[in-house]
C-alpha cells in the first residue's frame, strides 16, 4: 500500500474548503438557487475515505455531496456549472446542487431523499457480485463505498440497507458522517442510539473514528474496504462536525456562535495543517502559497461557470427516457 | 395457433428473456420456495438455479432498491411485488428513484427494470384488494404497461424486459386463468400503442387489464341486444396513446371508460380529460366512467360484489351514455 501523502491530502481539503467558500458566496449573490449544503468542517472523512478507493470501486452519496464529488477527483469547473444551473454542468443544469455525478469515475451521485440511496448502494454492490458470480466476470472487485448523515440512521430504508448487504455479504462500507445533527435535530434528541455503528452491529463488524483526523480516516477507510472486498460489508461511523449552517439558508437557531467556535479546534484543516508544520513537510509559507493557488483556481472555476451557457429550453424535454418516446 | 392462459404467456416471456440474456434476473418475495405466490414463476428455480431468481426478505422499499442499483450498473432486474398494495412501501424507490435518475443526472445513468405487481381481489378486505395505477401513470420517466389479454401479457412482457427504462407492469389476480391465442415463436409488443380491439358505430369502450375480459364480454352481450360498441384496449397508460381511441371516437362520438380503479382522479379521469380537449367537436352525449364504488373495499362476499365493476357495469353505462344521462360520481 502506498504511503499517504498527507500533503496532496490537505490540499484537496484546502480544495473543497475554498469551493464552498466560493459557492457560498455565489450563494448571497444568488447564481447558486434551491437548497446548498455544505461541507465546511468534515472535509477530512471525504478525502481520508474516499483516498481508500481505487477506481473500479464506486461512490455513492447524499445532497451534501462536494466534498466527496471533489475528493473523488470531479473537475471543480463542471460541478460549478451544475450549480449555477449551466449547460456544462455534470447533470448539464438538471441536477444542482444535491446530485453531482460522474459515470466515469463511478461516483453514482448524490441523492436528496434521506436513507433511500442506502439501498441503491446495497444493489450496486449486488450487482457487483452478480456480475463476477453469474456472468463470469472475474475482473469485478470493486467495493460500494455509500456515505450518509447520522439522521439517516432512523428510516426503515436505513436497516433494510445494512440487513440485506449483511445477508447477501455484499462488497460495501457504510459510512455515517456524524455530525450530531440532523438539520437543526441534535443527535440525542433523534436517536437513542447515539454510538451509531451500533446499529449496525447485529449485520456487520464496524467501528467509531475519528472523522476530523484524515489519517486516522485513510486508516480505518482503508481497514474497511479490504473486508468490504474480500469478507462483506463494514461500518464506518466518522465523527464529525459542520461548522457551517445545515444549508446556506440556515439561521442555526439550534445553536450559538459559541458553540460553533468552541469546536473550531476540531477544524480538521486546521489539525492537519498544524500537524504538517510540527513534521516539517509544510510551512506558513507554504501553506500561504497553497491557499493562493487554491484561490486562484477557484477564480477561474467560478468565470468557467458565469460564461457557461445556461440550457437550452429543449432541454427540458430531454432524457426523461434514455430513448425518447 | 395454442391457447394458454395469462400466466402462462408470462412465464414463457420471462422463461425467453432469462435464457437469452444472463442479466436478465427474478428477484421478488415467495417466487421460489413458495414456487411464487401466483405460480407465474414456477419451476424456474429448477430451470435457472438460485443465482438467477431468489427469494427476498419482505421488505419492499430494500429489493426494489436492490433492483433500482443493480439496472443503473448494468444488469435486467424483474422485480417481483407481491401485489400492488404491497408495492407502495416501495413507491420511495420508484418514484423518487427509478423514474429520476436519468434526468436529474443529465443522462448519466439508465435503469432498466422491471417490477410486476398485480392488482386484484376476492374478500381480501381493504388493505389487500386496490388499485394504484394512477400513481405510476402519473409520473414522468415511468413507462406502465397493464395488458388484458394472454397475448398482450406475453409480448408487453418481453418488451418491458428488453426496454431500457423503468416499466411498471401491472397485472391482475382475477385473469392469470383467462385463456387466449398465443404464438410460441418470440414477438414484441410495442409499449404505448392502444388497440381497436374491436370496431363499432354506436359507442367507444376505453379500457384496459383486468377490464378487457369484461369489456369484451359487454361488447357482445350489447351486439345481442343490437347496439355496436367499438373496444379500445389501452395496454399502456404511461405513454398514453389516445389515436386510436380518438379515432374510434370521432366515428361514435359517445365513450365509456371502463377502468378497475376508484374513478375520482383515476386514469379514466384522464382518459376523459383528453376526450373533451381533444375530441370535444366530436362530443354528442355525457361521458360515462365505470370504477370501483369510492369506499374502502369491503369483506363480505355481497358487498364486495356490489362494489366492483364488471361486465354489467359497462353495459349499463353504455345504456345510460346512449340515453343522454349524465354521471353523479358518488363519493360518500
Ligand atoms: C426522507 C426525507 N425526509 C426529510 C428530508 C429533509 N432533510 C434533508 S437533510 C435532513 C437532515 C439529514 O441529516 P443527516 O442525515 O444527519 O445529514 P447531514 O445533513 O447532517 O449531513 C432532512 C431532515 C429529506 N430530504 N428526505
Ligand atoms: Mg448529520
Same mark, same amino acid.
Given at each position: 500500500?502506498?504511503?499517504?501523502?498527507?500533503?496532496?491530502?490537505?490540499?484537496?481539503?484546502?480544495?473543497? *474548503?475554498?469551493?464552498?467558500?466560493?459557492?457560498?458566496?455565489?450563494?448571497?449573490?444568488?447564481?447558486?438557487?434551491?437548497?446548498?449544503?455544505?461541507?465546511?468542517?468534515?472535509?477530512?472523512?471525504?478525502?481520508?475515505?474516499?483516498?481508500?478507493?481505487?477506481?473500479?470501486?464506486?461512490?455513492?452519496?447524499?445532497?451534501?455531496?462536494?466534498?466527496?464529488?471533489?475528493? *473523488?477527483?470531479?473537475?471543480?469547473?463542471?460541478?460549478?456549472?451544475?450549480?449555477?444551473?449551466?449547460?456544462?454542468?455534470?447533470?448539464?443544469?438538471?441536477?444542482?446542487?444535491?446530485?453531482?455525478?460522474?459515470?466515469?469515475?463511478?461516483?453514482?451521485?448524490?441523492?436528496?431523499?434521506?436513507?433511500?440511496?442506502?439501498?441503491?448502494?446495497?444493489?450496486?454492490?449486488?450487482?457487483? !457480485?452478480? !456480475?463476477?458470480?453469474?456472468?463470469?466476470?472475474?475482473?469485478?472487485?470493486?467495493?460500494?463505498?455509500?456515505?450518509?448523515?447520522?439522521?439517516?440512521?432512523?428510516?426503515?430504508?436505513?436497516?433494510?440497507?445494512?440487513?440485506?448487504?449483511?445477508?447477501?455479504?455484499?462488497?460495501?462500507?457504510?459510512?455515517?458522517?456524524?455530525?450530531?445533527?440532523?438539520?437543526?435535530?441534535?443527535?440525542?434528541?433523534?436517536?437513542?442510539?447515539?454510538?451509531?455503528?451500533?446499529?449496525?452491529?447485529?449485520?456487520?463488524?464496524?467501528?467509531?473514528?475519528?472523522?476530523?483526523?484524515?489519517?486516522?480516516? *485513510?486508516?480505518?477507510?482503508?481497514?474497511?474496504?479490504?473486508?468490504? *472486498?474480500?469478507?462483506?460489508?463494514?461500518?464506518?461511523?466518522?465523527?464529525?462536525?459542520?461548522?457551517?449552517?445545515?444549508?446556506?439558508?440556515?439561521?442555526?437557531?439550534?445553536?450559538?456562535?459559541?458553540?460553533?467556535?468552541?469546536?473550531?479546534?476540531?477544524?480538521?484543516?486546521?489539525?492537519?495543517?498544524? !500537524?504538517?508544520?510540527?513534521?516539517?513537510?509544510?510551512?506558513?509559507?507554504?501553506?500561504?502559497?497553497?491557499?493562493?493557488?487554491?484561490?486562484?483556481?477557484?477564480?477561474?472555476?467560478?468565470?468557467?461557470?458565469?460564461?457557461?451557457?445556461?440550457?437550452?429550453?429543449?432541454?427540458?424535454?430531454?432524457?426523461?427516457?434514455?430513448?425518447?418516446? | 395457433?395454442?391457447?394458454?392462459?395469462?400466466?402462462?404467456?408470462?412465464?414463457?416471456?420471462?422463461?425467453?428473456?432469462?435464457?437469452?440474456?444472463?442479466?436478465?434476473?427474478?428477484?421478488?418475495?415467495?417466487?421460489?420456495?413458495?414456487?411464487?405466490?401466483?405460480?407465474?414463476?414456477?419451476?424456474?428455480?429448477?430451470?435457472?438455479?438460485?443465482?438467477?431468481?431468489?427469494?427476498?426478505?419482505?421488505?419492499?422499499?430494500?429489493?426494489?432498491?436492490?433492483?433500482?442499483?443493480?439496472?443503473?450498473?448494468?444488469?435486467?432486474?424483474?422485480?417481483?411485488?407481491?401485489?400492488?398494495?404491497?408495492?407502495?412501501?416501495?413507491?420511495?424507490?420508484?418514484?423518487?428513484?427509478?423514474?429520476?435518475?436519468?434526468?436529474?443526472?443529465?443522462?448519466?445513468?439508465?435503469?432498466?427494470?422491471?417490477?410486476?405487481?398485480?392488482?386484484?381481489?376476492?374478500?381480501?378486505?381493504?388493505?389487500?384488494?386496490?388499485?394504484?395505477?394512477?400513481?405510476?401513470?402519473?409520473?414522468?420517466?415511468?413507462?406502465?404497461?397493464?395488458?388484458?389479454?394472454?397475448?398482450?401479457?406475453?409480448?408487453?412482457?418481453?418488451?418491458?424486459?428488453?426496454?431500457?427504462?423503468?416499466?411498471?407492469?401491472?397485472?391482475?389476480?382475477?385473469?392469470?386463468?383467462?385463456?387466449?391465442?398465443?404464438?410460441?415463436?418470440?414477438?414484441?409488443?410495442?409499449?404505448?400503442?392502444?388497440?381497436?380491439?374491436?370496431?363499432?358505430?354506436?359507442?367507444?369502450?376505453?379500457?384496459?387489464?383486468?377490464?378487457?375480459?369484461?369489456?369484451?364480454?359487454?361488447?357482445?352481450?350489447?351486439?345481442?341486444?343490437?347496439?355496436?360498441?367499438?373496444?379500445?384496449?389501452?395496454?399502456?397508460?404511461?405513454?398514453?396513446?389516445?389515436?386510436?381511441?380518438?379515432?374510434?371516437?370521432?366515428?361514435?362520438?359517445?365513450?365509456?371508460?371502463?377502468?378497475?380503479?376508484?374513478?375520482?382522479?383515476?386514469?379514466?379521469?384522464?382518459?376523459?380529460?383528453?376526450?373533451?380537449?381533444?375530441?370535444?367537436?366530436?362530443?354528442?352525449?355525457?361521458?360515462?366512467?365505470?370504477?370501483?364504488?369510492?369506499?374502502?373495499?369491503?369483506?363480505?362476499?355481497?358487498?364486495?360484489?356490489?362494489?366492483?365493476?364488471?361486465?354489467?357495469?359497462?353495459?349499463?353505462?353504455?345504456?345510460?351514455?346512449?340515453?343522454?344521462?349524465?354521471?353523479?360520481?358518488?363519493?360518500?
Amino acid at each position: 500500500m502506498e504511503k499517504q501523502d498527507l500533503l496532496a491530502d490537505y490540499r484537496t481539503m484546502v480544495l473543497i *474548503r475554498s469551493f464552498e467558500e466560493h459557492c457560498q458566496q455565489q450563494y448571497t449573490r444568488a447564481r447558486i438557487g434551491g437548497f446548498l449544503h455544505l461541507y465546511v468542517g468534515q472535509e477530512a472523512v471525504a478525502v481520508g475515505a474516499i483516498g481508500a478507493l481505487k477506481a473500479q470501486d464506486h461512490l455513492v452519496t447524499h445532497y451534501r455531496d462536494h466534498g466527496h464529488a471533489l475528493a *473523488r477527483g470531479l473537475e471543480p469547473k463542471p460541478l460549478m456549472a451544475e450549480l449555477f444551473g449551466r449547460s456544462t454542468g455534470t447533470g448539464k443544469g438538471k441536477g444542482g446542487s444535491m446530485h453531482f455525478a460522474d459515470k466515469n469515475k463511478n461516483f453514482w451521485g448524490g441523492y436528496a431523499i434521506v436513507g433511500a440511496h442506502l439501498l441503491l448502494a446495497m444493489g450496486i454492490a449486488y450487482s457487483i !457480485k452478480y !456480475k463476477r458470480e453469474v456472468l463470469g466476470e472475474a475482473d469485478q472487485d470493486g467495493v460500494v463505498m455509500c456515505f450518509f448523515g447520522d439522521g439517516a440512521t432512523n428510516g426503515g430504508e436505513f436497516y433494510e440497507a445494512v440487513s440485506m448487504a449483511a445477508l447477501y455479504k455484499l462488497p460495501i462500507v457504510f459510512l455515517c458522517e456524524n455530525n450530531e445533527f440532523a438539520m437543526g435535530t441534535p443527535l440525542s434528541v433523534h436517536t437513542s442510539v447515539t454510538e451509531i455503528h451500533k446499529k449496525a452491529s447485529p449485520f456487520m463488524p464496524g467501528e467509531r473514528v475519528n472523522g476530523n483526523d484524515v489519517e486516522e480516516m *485513510r486508516a480505518r477507510a482503508l481497514h474497511a474496504v479490504n473486508h468490504a *472486498r474480500t469478507e462483506g460489508p463494514y461500518f464506518l461511523e466518522a465523527m464529525t462536525y459542520r461548522l457551517r449552517g445545515h444549508s446556506a439558508a440556515d439561521p442555526q437557531m439550534y445553536r450559538t456562535r459559541d458553540d460553533i467556535n468552541a469546536r473550531r479546534s476540531g477544524d480538521p484543516i486546521a489539525l492537519l495543517k498544524q !500537524k504538517l508544520i510540527d513534521q516539517n513537510l509544510l510551512t506558513e509559507k507554504q501553506a500561504k502559497q497553497i491557499d493562493k493557488e487554491v484561490e486562484k483556481e477557484m477564480d477561474a472555476v467560478v468565470q468557467f461557470a458565469e460564461e457557461s451557457p445556461a440550457p437550452d429550453l429543449s432541454e427540458a424535454w430531454t432524457e426523461i427516457y434514455s430513448k425518447p418516446l | 395457433m395454442p391457447v394458454i392462459t395469462y400466466s402462462e404467456a408470462l412465464r414463457q416471456a420471462l422463461r425467453e428473456a432469462m435464457t437469452n440474456d444472463p442479466r436478465v434476473f427474478i428477484i421478488g418475495e415467495d417466487v421460489v420456495h413458495y414456487d411464487s405466490a401466483y405460480g407465474v414463476t414456477k419451476g424456474f428455480l429448477k430451470e435457472f438455479g438460485p443465482e438467477r431468481i431468489k427469494d427476498m426478505p419482505i421488505a419492499e422499499a430494500g429489493y426494489a432498491g436492490l433492483g433500482i442499483g443493480a439496472a443503473m450498473n448494468g444488469l435486467r432486474p424483474v422485480v417481483e411485488m407481491m401485489t400492488t398494495n404491497f408495492a407502495i412501501l416501495a413507491l420511495d424507490m420508484i418514484i423518487n428513484h427509478a423514474a429520476k435518475l436519468h434526468y436529474m443526472f443529465g443522462g448519466q445513468f439508465t435503469c432498466p427494470i422491471v417490477f410486476r405487481m398485480p392488482n386484484g381481489y376476492g374478500q381480501l378486505s381493504a388493505t389487500h384488494s386496490q388499485a394504484f395505477d394512477n400513481y405510476y401513470a402519473y409520473m414522468p420517466g415511468l413507462k406502465v404497461v397493464v395488458p388484458g389479454t394472454p397475448y398482450d401479457a406475453k409480448g408487453l412482457m418481453k418488451a418491458a424486459i428488453e426496454d431500457p427504462d423503468p416499466v411498471i407492469f401491472i397485472e391482475h389476480t382475477g385473469i392469470y386463468n383467462i385463456k387466449g391465442e398465443v404464438p410460441e415463436e418470440s414477438y414484441t409488443v410495442p409499449i404505448g400503442k392502444s388497440n381497436l380491439l374491436h370496431d363499432g358505430k354506436d359507442v367507444t369502450i376505453v379500457g384496459y387489464g383486468r377490464m378487457i375480459p369484461y369489456c369484451q364480454q359487454a361488447v357482445e352481450t350489447l351486439a345481442s341486444e343490437g347496439i355496436d360498441a367499438a373496444l379500445v384496449d389501452l395496454r399502456t397508460i404511461r405513454p398514453l396513446d389516445m389515436e386510436p381511441v380518438l379515432e374510434s371516437f370521432r366515428k361514435t362520438n359517445r365513450a365509456v371508460i371502463a377502468t378497475e380503479e376508484w374513478t375520482s382522479v383515476g386514469v379514466g379521469s384522464e382518459i376523459a380529460a383528453r376526450l373533451y380537449t381533444e375530441g370535444f367537436d366530436h362530443l354528442d352525449a355525457p361521458i360515462w366512467r365505470v370504477g370501483f364504488d369510492e369506499v374502502p373495499m369491503p369483506y363480505a362476499k355481497n358487498l364486495e360484489a356490489h362494489v366492483v365493476p364488471n361486465a354489467d357495469s359497462v353495459i349499463q353505462a353504455v345504456k345510460n351514455v346512449l340515453a343522454g344521462k349524465t354521471q353523479k360520481i358518488r363519493q360518500q
